[in-house]
Each structure stands twice: as C-alpha cells, then as structure tokens.
C-alpha cells in the first residue's frame, strides 16, 4: 500500500523559508512522478512542482518559480519542496503526490496516491 506522509509546515514570516519533505513508501518509484500541490481556503487545488523520480527532471508553476526548488533522495525515499522568499498568498495546505508518467502533469486527475498534507502560514 502506498503512503505519502508530508512534514515541515509551519508558521513563518513573508520572506522566511520552509523545506517541506514528503516520505514515500508501498512500491517502487523509479518511473513515477512525484508532485507538490497547494490548496488555499476558499480556493481549488492547484499544482506547485513535479519531479521525475528516475531522471530528476522538474516542473514547475509560474507563481513559484524562482522561488521553490522540488527534489528527491533516492536512498530515503523521500521529496523535497525547499520554499524560499515566501509570501502570503503561498499560505495553504500543501499536499504530496504520486502518479506514472505522462501527460498532464499539473493536473490532478492523475495522481493516485495523495497524502494527508501540510498546513504552511505565511504572515505579511
């Protein structure tokens, strides 16, 4: 059975950093993707950052690029989104995703394995 578990939300300042990880356990994920969603109250889900597990290539939002970096180890299983200059708008539950590759990989529809998320603040 597949689990993702996020950690490392918080309560920051505008500016400050955050590194949230997500540990990925069930299968092997060598030819999946691995992404970040974000959820805001009152607001769809909406895609942050995606990183192929085999090759390490990234994508990435327009709203933080720049600004987030996604990576993976291998060894422990476990993404990575490092955030850097927050802002308040980036206030929302971020989530952890896991699907095959393709197409569409800012869309939701094809992840199929979701974790519970975690809450990030960002104060002004």
């Known amino acids: 059975q597949v689990q993702l578990v996020e950690s490392g939300g918080g309560l920051v300042q505008a500016g400050d950093s955050l590194r949230l990880s997500c540990a990925a356990s069930?299968?092997?994920?060598?030819?999946?993707?691995m992404g970040w969603f974000r959820q805001a109250p009152g607001k769809e889900r909406e895609f942050v950052a995606a990183i192929s597990w085999t090759y390490g290539g990234t994508y990435y939002a327009d709203s933080v690029k720049g600004r987030f970096t996604i990576s993976r180890d291998g060894a422990k299983n476990t993404v990575y989104l490092r955030m850097d200059s927050l802002k308040p708008e980036d206030t929302a539950v971020y989530y952890c995703?896991?699907?095959?590759?393709?197409?569409?990989?800012?869309?939701?529809?094809?992840?199929?394995?979701w974790g519970q998320g975690t809450q990030v603040t960002v104060s002004s």
């Open positions: 995703a896991t699907r095959r590759a393709g197409m569409g990989l800012a869309s939701e529809v094809g992840y199929d394995y």
């Open positions: 069930g299968r092997t994920f060598s030819g999946y993707f």
